[in-house]
């Protein structure tokens, strides 16, 4: 077994100070030094610098973890060799690319410390000895490794320095801290008996007060590097990774994450705290005093000109520069009624925790001090409370405090920037964002310092949460989750609008309408990426997809970790007519050109409305009634406005207009329902067209809009369609067609007789009758000025009550009628900015 105390520096009574040079630190972290070329590679960037090069290197990637799984293993009385070989065989492979001859010295070395480790790990088997260190020097051996590594591949004229040799530092709840002056003192001796000009330094380890191997806990050589930044009076660190630089979020989570130019010692360390793992939450400590410039760079992209650290940033375009998250807390809360205004409560509870060692990552108190919350760290939730509850005993037994309440499963997700400072409405903003993805906050907590606002959430809404944050700060687009159901020709012609569009949308308003899945009535497509609204239809082909589950597909659509969801439904099925309620309530958003709802059964109408409201979510049919036209928003705004409807009539259905746009008489009204089903105006049965159901439903919807709750069977509906021909079969109808004639050049006889016209109107008046049919109108109504297939709608109000509001234009048509759709999922995505 290896010797417990670590070689020794021999200290002189006061040593000599080295002279001060320029000097630029380095620190490569495990992502840079995956295998020998990128070790190589590294020399290429420490080059050109004229100054001093301390370089502190990490472990190679992967080792560490590594290595902690070897103890565990050893500890738990498992088998360590075969890991402990691979480990070996793989710092063995990447030395010959540096050493031709396995016998040569770095071969030698590398095995030297394999065989140490082998020594470490069988005292950990067998249990003797001091385990803390024991643990220390297994988990700190991959630094050891890759430093001789990197020594080769720099060159000769390259020392090393064993950081366990210099740095002093002693293990405390809130981290490792360094004893500055032992440290100071030892490097210098070092430096004398070695005077290097370029030294790789070993990272994440160190040594405490008496000598023994400790480290500096997971992700330490950051900390390591500023350390050494200090101690060789640096002028400069940069801090070499896999990233561009500090992301204004975990990019794992949030792939939209922009890298940021600049950042302030502050909002670097609070970003750390909060979890973003770049950089360990130490760092800027050693060197904040001494206001060293921090560089973030990537190893691999050395081109990027990273992020810079420094004491001050300029101001960003948003408060907000970045976000982070805490993952694995929980909220312990002291409920004490009788406990309002009774001093020191807070102080009391935090001593508590203070004495048991629980760290506390969050606050929060309300004004009343009825309840005080802590976020603690999971694994210390349980002795945090028992802490609390021993510290208010007396309390709990008078009555005056309730108790603890444990809360788990959650994470902080915390928006940190300088730019929050005195800027209002940030707060909110973040609440907003959250509330609009369906977050629920736990707890809040802003520090005096206004640099942020951290909150407690579901561990499962982490990702969402984070995305939704980071749109509504505008760093990242509104990311929307989009379902079509219906590739009719409606569907195709939205999707095919949205494929033109949305490249431009994203870019332009900062909106990401994400198409997630397709559905027929009977298959369906899902995708976890983005689907190409140009070609989606084709994944329904034949048996391609899978049999349509309309609950697995919102399910889908609803993805937990985006923020919005949204199901367009194209459809003219009443099944599909039948989910909105529970996908309303589910908090997805629903846009549809499908009169079911809106014309359908009462009772479903009210859960609609209801679940609305519960679900915080939309529902947006425009083009159920004049397909691209504003006829809804016409009438919403009207009502919204404060004025008062006195009535509502029109022409509400295409193909209607057109046939009574061209009926003047000189063809019989057969011939024109002939042409105008050969022109695909009229659905393949024209008497769904001509019995008025569908303009009936139009006006439900209309009706319902203003306010007044009508159904399909209060509407007097005049069929167009003769008694006799009503039950026939199709064919029959249409061999039949010429009965219609006489009886309607009949009543356009008789309208011409009093200078009038015919239209199919529908009328909705003041007291609430509504009715559909074929009127006699005169020359000077605005029906009668209308063109080809024309809906018209006259609005008759308090404010147009002499001469009404007219919305008219071409009301039929898949794409107007898809246009009307997209309108309406574009309010909902700009809502949401
Ligand atoms: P190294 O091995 O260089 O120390 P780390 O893996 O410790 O690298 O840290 C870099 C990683 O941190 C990135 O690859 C990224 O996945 C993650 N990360 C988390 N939050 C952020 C953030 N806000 N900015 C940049 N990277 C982040
Ligand atoms: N190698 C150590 C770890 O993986 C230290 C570091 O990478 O910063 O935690
Ligand atoms: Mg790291």
């Known amino acids: 077994m290896s010797s417990a105390v670590l070689s020794e520096v021999p200290l002189a009574a006061a040593p000599a100070q080295p002279p001060a040079l320029a000097c630029h630190v380095h620190k490569f972290g495990g992502s840079s030094l995956a295998d020998a070329a990128c070790i190589r590679a590294l020399a290429g960037l420490v080059a050109d610098d004229a100054r001093l090069r301390p370089v502190v290197v990490s472990a190679m990637h992967g080792t560490t973890n590594a290595l902690v799984a070897l103890a565990d293993a050893a500890r738990g009385g498992a088998d360590w060799k075969p890991g402990w070989d691979v480990l070996r065989q793989r710092h063995l492979d990447t030395a010959s690319a540096f050493e031709a001859a396995p016998a040569g010295s770095l071969h030698a070395a590398i095995e030297g410390e394999f065989a140490l480790l082998a020594d470490d790990l069988q005292a950990l088997a067998g249990g003797s000895g001091d385990m803390a260190k024991l643990d220390a020097r297994i988990h700190g051996a991959g630094e050891l490794l890759s430093s001789r590594l990197v020594q080769a591949a720099l060159g000769p004229g390259w020392q090393r320095l064993d950081a366990r040799d210099v740095l002093v530092v002693q293990a405390g709840e809130m981290g490792a801290s360094v004893d500055w002056d032992a440290s100071r003192a030892r490097l210098a001796q070092w430096r004398l008996a070695n005077a290097p000009r370029d030294v790789v330094v070993t990272g994440f380890v160190a040594r405490d007060a008496q000598g023994r191997a400790t480290t500096l806990g997971r992700n330490g050589s950051d900390y390591s590097a500023a350390i050494f930044a200090n101690l060789f009076d640096a002028d400069a660190l940069t801090i070499w990774t896999d990233v561009d630089g500090v992301l204004s979020a975990d990019p794992r989570l949030v792939p939209d994450a922009v890298c940021l130019d600049a950042m302030s010692y502050a909002e670097a360390c609070e970003l750390a705290y909060f979890g973003a793992k770049v950089l360990h939450p130490q760092t800027l400590a050693p060197v904040q005093g001494r206001g060293v410039p921090v560089r973030i760079r990537n190893s691999r992209n050395p081109a990027a000109p990273g992020t810079l650290i420094a004491p001050d940033s300029a101001p960003a375009a948003s408060p907000v520069k970045g976000l982070s998250l805490v993952p694995d807390v929980a909220v312990l809360e002291l409920v004490g009624n009788g406990l309002v205004g009774v001093p020191g409560m807070a102080e009391r509870m935090f001593a508590a925790l203070n004495r048991a060692g629980v760290s506390v990552t969050m606050i929060s108190q309300g004004s009343s001090e009825h309840s005080i919350c802590c976020v603690v760290r999971a694994d210390q939730a349980e002795r945090g409370r028992d802490a609390i509850v021993a510290a208010f005993a007396d309390a709990i037994v ?59 959430i579901a561990q499962a809404d982490a990702t969402r949460a984070l995305r939704a944050a980071h749109a509504a700060f505008w760093l990242s687009p509104q990311t929307v989750s989009v379902g079509v159901i219906g590739p009719g020709q409606v569907g195709k012609a939205l999707l095919a609008q949205l494929a033109g569009v949305l490249p431009g949308l994203r870019a332009q308003s900062g909106v990401d309408l994400r198409l997630r899945g397709v559905a027929s009535s009977r298959r369906m497509h899902l995708s976890d990426g983005a689907l190409d609204p140009a070609h989606a239809v084709d994944a329904l082909r034949g048996e391609a997809g899978q049999p349509c589950d309309l609950d697995a597909f919102a399910a889908h659509i609803r993805a937990s970790h985006l923020p919005h969801a949204m199901i367009v439904d194209c459809s003219a099925s009443d099944a599909v007519a039948a989910r909105y309620p529970q996908w309303l309530a589910a908090g997805i958003h629903v846009v549809t050109p499908n009169k079911h709802a809106g014309s359908g059964d009462w009772a479903r109408y009210a859960a609609i409305a209801a679940a609305r409201r519960s679900g915080q979510s939309r529902f947006l049919y425009e083009a159920t009634v004049g397909a691209g036209l504003p006829v809804i928003f016409t009438l919403r705004n009207l009502l919204d406005t404060g004025d008062t409807l006195h009535g509502i009539d029109g022409m509400l259905s295409g193909t209607l207009a057109w046939l009574f746009n061209s009926f003047d008489g000189s063809r019989p009204f057969s011939a024109l329902v002939r042409e105008a089903r050969a022109l695909g105006y009229t659905e393949p049965d024209p008497r769904d067209d001509l019995s008025g159901l569908d303009v009936a439903r139009k006006l439900v919807i209309l009706a319902r809009e203003a306010g007044r709750p009508l159904s399909l069977d209060d509407v007097a509906v005049e069929s167009l369609v003769p008694e006799a021909l009503r039950e026939v079969p199709v064919e029959a109808f249409l061999d039949r067609l010429e009965e219609m004639d006489v009886p309607m050049q009949a009543r356009l006889d008789a309208a011409r007789a009093d200078g009038c016209g015919l239209r199919h109107i529908a009328k909705l008046d003041q007291g609430g009758h509504a009715s559909v049919g074929v009127r006699a109108l005169p020359a000077d109504h605005a029906c009668m000025h209308t063109r080809l297939t024309d809906n018209l709608v006259q609005f008759t109000t308090a404010r147009y009550a002499d001469n009404p509001l007219v919305v008219q234009g071409p009301g039929a048509g898949p794409q107007v009628t898809a246009a009307g759709v997209f309108g309406d999922v574009l309010a909902i995505a700009h809502a949401l900015r």
């Open 398 to 456: 008078d009555g005056q405090a309730q108790g603890v309440a444990v809360t788990h499963d959650l994470c902080v997700l915390a928006a940190v920037g300088d730019g929050m400072v005195g800027t209002q409405g940030v707060a909110a903003r973040l609440f907003d964002g959250l509330a609009q993805a369906r977050v629920n906050i736990r707890a809040i907590a802003q520090g005096a310092s206004e640099r942020n606002i951290s909150v407690a």
